[in-house]
């Protein structure tokens, strides 16, 4: 084996696991009920393939080529077979009359294009359960740019991440991820997609900091999966470009072809009940609720109901009264405590099961395995607290009624030994109603602790019950704006995610939008672009100012009435377990014949919809979006939007996923949907950004810049015309 090569490749077919190898014959019979289609049909077809040590290698291809199952295959996540008999029996490298070669030299890891990240603090993030060495630690951070962000966070690099990173912009999430694999110095390093979330003036600092000249100096290997072509824009820096078409390496070479190179930058250059009212609550009462403050949930009620039993006994029952309020002071607390920490372990369980193969290629199991025994452990001790208290109560319990019992024989021995007249009947029935007496009180008081500590899990219910809830048919008073002409306008706007407002997210926002107006936002991850559509939903509250529509504030329209008003293709693409028709169509209000003469408007494909001449609309797709890519999450995102007519239309990086020729088809057709109708764009793409009528520069929650295309490129040291420069 050369040492020069780190991944050598030959002769293999890589495939998605399939049932019948993870189970033995039987088992596998036996899950026959099985729907095995479910699960996507690809694989990856490699001749040949060798990648030097030392080097860096760019991956790209169009959407749903096969570049992320690419990565894997390379991660052991994917099945081998030999190539001329892929469909007989798994490949077994150790046989030596196979002509099929993987050879891998070093440890591995990847960053994916879907962030993952632990609900811990961010400098816990990055470490991931290594040891903390500040020199490394602080150039990483400088390399991934993360210094601009952790200064706008009122802790730093301490800010707790909340679960899914769901207080981080998309842009921070991706570079925490990378500044992670950054620190864990490995020797292969797997970036998928991963600028497509983050502006242009980040990728460059990023990939001039980190991978020239500190990953590619320290002889480690990069392979770069991008749909972006703009990063051929590095080729004096590239080793080699590896194109995936369909599952198929159909050109490898060790340095750029010029034809090669001519036709991808050609293809740039056109550019220049309780769920119910759950889901109704607004989002920051989730993102504020932090798993250390469950335990001060307010409790439902602190009183017990004691039962109303008259015996003839005052001071037994006194003294039970007494031991079971002492219990009861503990017994509450003690399992809202169990509660908590019950919740702890099925978060981290939720975590690693999303994050499984990040998690392998930084070989932390054992870190994560630790992290869970700990939690795992609390929640035992709070258990084993809450059985001692029960033991310690019915040891008295038990006692107390024993005493009784002792009463009763007393009086009968009394009764016979100095030959008092007495019947024998109601000595028996006396004697008989005491051990009664003493088992169905035991009993009692059993079933009274259940009832107590499940009016915890009461409790915590009715905190959703008690939470502010979003009213979608609620008007406040109406306010008008007077002699305005803009469909939406944002006066003196100040927004702030925090209670406390230590940072303004978005700070002294200003600015009109007439009707038909197409206008576009930019600017660095974590600028405040998103929080403009947060607000414009009423997804958050503003602290100052004010948003109006059709001169009317927003807070004069219904919650209903607004959100029918607007259309939008998040961010993060949403997609419903269900089949394609209702993830389209989710309100059931278009015909299947309807949906398909609409699909066939746009030249967009999904899966092995190539080879029909309609989409299928009863195609299965998996939670979240599993058995599919990025990019074809985001095109059915896109299609769901041209189902509906919208007066104002929402766009937040939704083809940041796609290759520049799928970019370019939905940017034409973005246009073509919002003929008439407002269009606000976020992007960090700069092509085509002199098709709308405004563009706004965004820094620090502020807007810097704004203008036409023509006014802001010259501007010679404008902010805009440094990102155009960059692109």
């Known amino acids: ?166 207080n981080l912009s998309g842009g921070q999430r991706q570079r925490i991820c990378i500044c992670r694999a950054l620190y864990a110095q490995k020797d292969i390093y797997l970036f998928d997609d991963i600028f497509s979330l983050i502006d242009i003036q980040v990728q460059e600092k990023i990939f001039q900091n980190m991978i020239l000249k500190l990953l590619l100096k320290m002889g480690k290997t990069v392979l770069f999966s991008s749909s972006n072509y703009n990063i051929l824009k590095y080729k004096n820096n590239v080793n080699q470009i590896i194109l995936i078409d369909n599952g198929e390496i159909i050109l490898e070479q060790q340095q750029i072809d010029i034809f090669f190179e001519s036709q991808l930058i050609n293809v740039k250059k056109p550019q220049e009940n309780q769920l119910q009212k759950e889901q109704q609550q607004p989002n920051q009462q989730f993102q504020q609720t932090k798993e250390s403050q469950e335990i001060q949930i307010n409790s439902l009620s602190q009183r017990v109901l004691y039962p109303q039993i008259i015996i003839p006994f005052i001071l037994c029952l006194s003294s039970m009264y007494y031991f079971y309020n002492q219990f009861s002071l503990g017994n509450q607390q003690l399992k809202r405590l169990n509660s908590v920490n019950k919740a702890k372990i099925i978060t981290i369980i939720n975590e690693v099961i999303n994050g499984l193969i990040t998690i392998r290629t930084f070989k932390q199991e054992k870190s994560i395995l630790k992290n869970f025994i700990e939690k795992l452990n609390d929640y035992n001790n709070s258990l084993v607290n809450l059985f001692e208290i029960q033991v310690w109560l019915f040891i008295r319990i038990f006692l107390c009624s024993n005493i009784i019992t002792i009463s009763v024989c007393t009086v009968c021995l009394y009764l016979l030994f100095n030959n008092i007249d007495f019947n024998y009947a109601n000595i028996t029935l006396s004697f008989t109603y005491s051990l009664l007496f003493s088992q169905l009180f035991e009993n009692l008081i059993y079933y009274q602790i259940h009832f107590q500590q499940n009016m915890v899990s009461m409790e915590r219910i009715n905190q959703y019950y008690q939470n502010e809830k979003e009213n979608l048919n609620e008007k406040n008073e109406q306010k008008i704006l007077d002699g305005q002409q803009f469909q939406i306008v944002f006066k003196n706007l100040f927004m702030s995610y925090d209670d406390n407002n230590f940072k303004y997210s978005l700070k002294n926002i200003n600015l009109q939008i007439k009707k038909g107006e197409k206008v576009v ?74 949906i398909q ?78 003929e008439g109708q407002t269009l606000i764009y976020i992007s960090h793409r ?40 960059l692109y």
Request: aromatic letters at 12%; hydrophobic letters at 30%.
């Open 1 to 166: 084996m050369e040492n020069q090569y780190c991944i050598q490749i030959q002769n293999i077919v890589f495939k998605f696991p399939s049932l019948k190898y993870q189970y033995n014959q039987q088992d596998y019979q036996d899950k026959s009920n099985i729907n095995e289609n479910i699960i996507k049909q690809f694989e990856i077809k490699v001749k040949e393939l060798k990648i030097e040590q030392g080097s860096l290698n760019f991956i790209i291809g169009k959407i749903g080529s096969g570049k992320t199952a690419f990565l894997n295959s390379i991660l052991n996540e994917m099945e081998q077979f030999n190539c001329q008999n892929n469909e007989d029996e798994l490949l077994n490298l150790q046989n030596n009359n196979n002509k099929s070669l993987f050879y891998l030299k070093g440890e591995v890891c990847i960053v994916s294009q879907n962030s993952w990240l632990q609900t811990q603090t961010i400098k816990e993030n990055i470490l991931f359960g290594l040891e903390y060495n500040k020199e490394w630690y602080d150039q990483c951070v400088q390399a991934c740019d993360l210094q601009y962000d952790f200064n706008q966070f009122h802790k730093g690099d301490e800010k707790v991440v909340y679960q899914g990173g769901i």
């Open 597 to 674: 003469q609409r699909i066939q408007q746009y030249d967009l494909k999904i899966q092995d919809s190539n080879s029909q001449s309609n989409i299928d609309l009863d195609f299965q797709i998996q939670e979240g979006g599993k058995n599919l890519s990025n990019g074809e999450k985001q095109i059915i995102n896109f299609l769901r939007l041209s189902l509906k007519n919208s007066d104002i239309i929402c766009i937040d990086e939704a083809t940041s996923n796609m290759e520049p020729q799928t970019h370019q088809k939905i940017i034409d057709y973005i246009f073509k949907i919002s």
């Open 686 to 725: 700069i092509e085509k950004m002199e098709l709308f009528d405004r563009i706004f520069v965004m820094e620090k929650g502020e807007i810097i810049e704004q203008g036409n295309y023509q006014d802001l490129i010259q501007i010679e040291e404008g902010h805009f015309n440094k990102l155009k420069q």
């Open 521 to 594: 936002f930019c600017g660095r991850t974590g600028s405040g672009k998103t929080s403009i559509f947060n607000l414009l939903f009423k997804l958050y509250p503003y602290q100052q100012g004010d948003i109006y529509i059709d001169n009317k504030s927003i807070k004069s329209f219904s919650l209903k009435e607004l959100r029918q008003r607007i259309s939008i293709i998040p961010q993060f693409s949403f997609l419903f377990k269900s089949n394609l028709k209702d993830n389209l169509d989710p309100n059931d209000e278009y015909s299947q014949e309807h």
